[in-house]
Nanobody
Framework: VQLQASGGGLVQPGGSLRLSCELS????????VAWIRRAPEKEREFVAA????????YYTNSVRGRFTVSRDNAKNTVDLQMNDLRPEDTGIYYC???????????????WGQGTQVTVSS
């Protein structure tokens, strides 16, 4: 499975961005897709995930109510709508896929390249 993330950029605090992850390859065995981020000088952090064939979604506490993960199986995409962005949301955002669901930042089977999100005034 190949994943390609896009949509990052510079935004002011309180603003919004929408990230998109395009999937290709042998996705029939995919169970879940996640967004993982790495802030400067910090460890990777699980942000959100969705099951590939069900509507279940998962969020880390710091983004719940501000971020929404959604999927489009017909287009093979998973998006992350980010609202009310804060400086602490700054980081490189990666999309990752897995044959199982894990809510950590490491045990995913497939990784895309990251896209930079910077929240600053």
């Amino acid at each position: 499975v190949q994943l390609q993330a896009s949509g990052g950029g510079l935004v002011q605090p309180g603003g919004s961005l929408r990230l998109s992850c395009e999937l290709s390859g042998e996705i029939f065995g995919l169970f879940a897709v996640a967004w993982i981020r790495r802030a400067p000088e910090k460890e990777r952090e699980f942000v959100a995930a969705t099951l590939w064939n069900r509507d279940d979604t998962y969020y880390t506490n710091s983004v719940r109510g501000r971020f929404t993960v959604s999927r489009d199986n017909a287009k093979n995409t998973v998006d992350l709508q980010m609202n009310d962005l804060r400086p602490e949301d700054t980081g490189i955002y990666y999309c990752a896929g897995g044959r199982n669901l894990v809510t950590n930042a490491y045990n995913w089977d497939y990784w895309g390249q990251g896209t930079q999100v910077t929240v600053s005034s």
